[in-house]
T-cell receptor, first 113, second 115 residues
């Protein structure tokens, strides 16, 4: 069955430090992978997506992610975190023609000033 | 206009009440979705409408009844809910339902509390 694992429930980084959020997926076919961000009490906003081509994907707000098929991973990175990046981040795989997103459990990012 | 608008933002209802959640988009999207998000959990798919027809029902209890009156509007009718149905209900849309690369645009959600 399709699944997404985000091993880190909480991560705390200092403002200006680099960030990497981990995501591993289990999916038999070509994965369609997404990273979404959710601020408290808000909906979800797409940061970036991968479905083919260059395995390093650029997204909004300075985020990027790298798809590694051999490791079944799609980790999210940002070189310098800002206080406004504090939120919950969800990795997801799209199945059923992308109609169903299977989300990981999420990683809550806290930013220390 | 790149928004998905959900009303109401907050709803408190008793277990015998009937209420509805409303979702609207004017992006010309032909696929619309209801997701449910319990506290401290990821969203889970409930229903998918494609070209105003119900295409996916994730075995949701019948006390939740979706409706898509036209291509811009999606409703979720609620009746005889249980306290465990308290959650954030997220509506989403995307251009069409058969493109696996298509991005979902989410609304801000309706926070439902069932007493």
């Amino acid at each position: 069955a399709q699944s997404v694992t985000q091993p880190d429930i909480h991560i705390t980084v200092s403002e200006g430090a680099s960030l990497e959020l981990r995501c591993n997926y289990s999916y038999g076919a070509t994965p369609y992978l997404f990273w979404y961000v959710q601020s408290p009490g808000q909906g979800l906003q797409l940061l970036l997506k991968y479905f083919s081509g260059d395995t390093l994907v650029q997204g909004i707000k300075g985020f990027e992610a790298e798809f590694k098929r051999s490791q079944s991973s799609f980790n999210l990175r940002k070189p310098s975190v800002h206080w406004s990046d504090a939120a919950e981040y969800f990795c997801a795989v799209g199945i059923q023609y992308g109609n169903k997103l299977v989300f990981g459990a999420g990683t809550i990012l806290r930013v220390k000033s | 206009d790149t928004e998905v608008t959900q009303t109401p933002k907050h709803l408190v209802m008793g277990m015998t009440n009937k209420k509805s959640l409303k979702c609207e988009q004017h992006m010309g999207h032909r696929a619309m979705y209801w997701y449910k998000q319990k506290a401290k959990k990821p969203p889970e798919l409930m229903f998918v409408y494609s070209y105003e027809k119900l295409s996916i029902n994730e075995s949701v209890p019948s006390r939740f009844s979706p409706e898509c009156p036209n291509s811009s509007l999606l409703n979720l009718h609620l009746h005889a809910l249980q306290p465990e149905d308290s959650a954030l209900y997220l509506c989403a849309s995307r251009p069409q339902g058969q493109d696996p690369t298509g991005e979902l645009f989410f609304g801000e959600g309706s926070r439902l509390t069932v007493l």
